[in-house]
């Protein structure tokens, strides 16, 4: 008798909530990794995904290197105070930069 295979569920997805369903019912995308980062759940279930977010590239991934993806979009809440930080934190370095350029030219 063949071994049960583990489907990537709703269940999964909302306990998980940075996968969404992959290309079948086996495999789940990760959403913080670059598209195309399939992860197969069908050994492990849980345990699959888990091992993929304690991962390194997971975890680079989730600091923003190699993801595309806006980080303040889905740990931010718009309009919370976090977000003005953001904003002027991200404002400050274009400032530097701004300067930078300007200071380097002959
Ligand atoms: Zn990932």
Not at 31 to 51: F, H, M
Not at 80 to 100: L, P, W
């Amino acid at each position: 008798m063949p071994k049960r295979k583990c489907k990537f569920t709703v269940e999964l997805q909302s306990k998980l909530p940075c996968f969404k369903r992959g290309r079948d019912e086996w495999e789940a995308q990760c959403l913080v990794c670059k598209p195309g980062t399939y992860v197969s759940v069908a050994n492990k279930g849980i345990n699959d995904l888990q091992t993929h977010v304690n991962s390194d590239r997971h975890k680079k991934a989730v600091q923003g290197e190699g993801s595309s993806m806006k980080l303040t979009e889905f740990f931010v809440k718009p309009g919370s105070k976090t977000e003005d930080a953001v904003t002027a934190a991200e404002g400050t370095y274009a400032f530097h930069t701004v300067n930078i350029t300007i200071a380097s030219r002959p």
